[in-house]
């Protein structure tokens, strides 16, 4: 049995993954991004052990569900599904950052940063990570004309470069990145054509299952198969130069392996 906590989950996906894992025997901690949206997610799926409360487009509230995780106790996976998509209006959070980069880059980072080092990571990654740019010249789009696909590929690849940078860093913890496919979600919209029914499967997996396949680091998947990244995934300047930007916004940098 392991004990796993899902960001972003109070709805669709990361609600869907944590069922699955409760159905296998798993312990969930789930997350919610206000107090309200906590005790909808507490009667969605009642056999959670706790629901953390934060809204992740904050460094402040990404410290404090870090600390709420912590007060839990050490976890054997977290998987980092809290994402927004790009058909959102381009916005800056409280700290002048790009929401979508707050949320979707920075967020895994800090937490990574400041969780007790479960066994596993997973990172939600997406298909469109493949049209993404490693450049850290203008990552909050304050200079350059504002696109919201790119700016949600760009941060998809971010997650990818962060999954391989800790498996690099961490050797002790399975770091592993993944797309669920384009499927009909809030963010994937009610066109996407992809099988709603598998996009979960694989974090479950790969948080939690005794399958040999699944006990890999540094590997990016879909639908349970490894699958291969944008070749810049392998580029360690690229990662550390990310982790490094990364730290300086959080001032906070990765611990080093026990």
Known sequence: MARVLITGSSR???????????????????????????????????????????????????????????????FGAVIHNAGVGYRERYLVTADGLSHVFAINVLAPYLLTALIMPPNRLVHLSSGMHQGGSAGLGDPQWERRR????????????????????????????????????????????????DDISQAHVTQAWLAASDDPAADVTGQYFYHRRPRQPLPVAYDVAAREALSDYCAGLAGVPLPPSD
């Not at 504002?146 to 590929?153: D, F, V």
């Not at 997650?159 to 961490?170: K, Q, S, Y």
Request: net charge positive; hydrophobic share 45%; proline share 5%.
């Open 146 to 193: 504002r696109q919201a696909a790119q700016a949600y590929s760009d941060s998809k690849l971010f997650d990818v470069l962060l999954a391989f940078g800790v498996a690099r860093h961490r050797p002790d913890v399975r770091s592993n990145a993944l797309e669920p496919g384009w499927v009909p979600t809030r963010m994937g919209g009610p066109g996407a054509p």
């Open 12 to 74: 669709r996906l990361g609600l869907m993954v944590g069922e699955l894992l409760v159905q296998q025997g798993h312990r969930v901690v789930l997350h919610a991004r206000d107090a309200r949206r906590a005790v909808d997610t507490r009667a969605a799926l009642p056999a959670v052990d706790d629901v953390l409360v934060g809204d992740l487009a904050s460094i402040d509230a990404m410290r404090s569900v870090a600390e709420q995780a912590n007060a839990t106790g050490r």
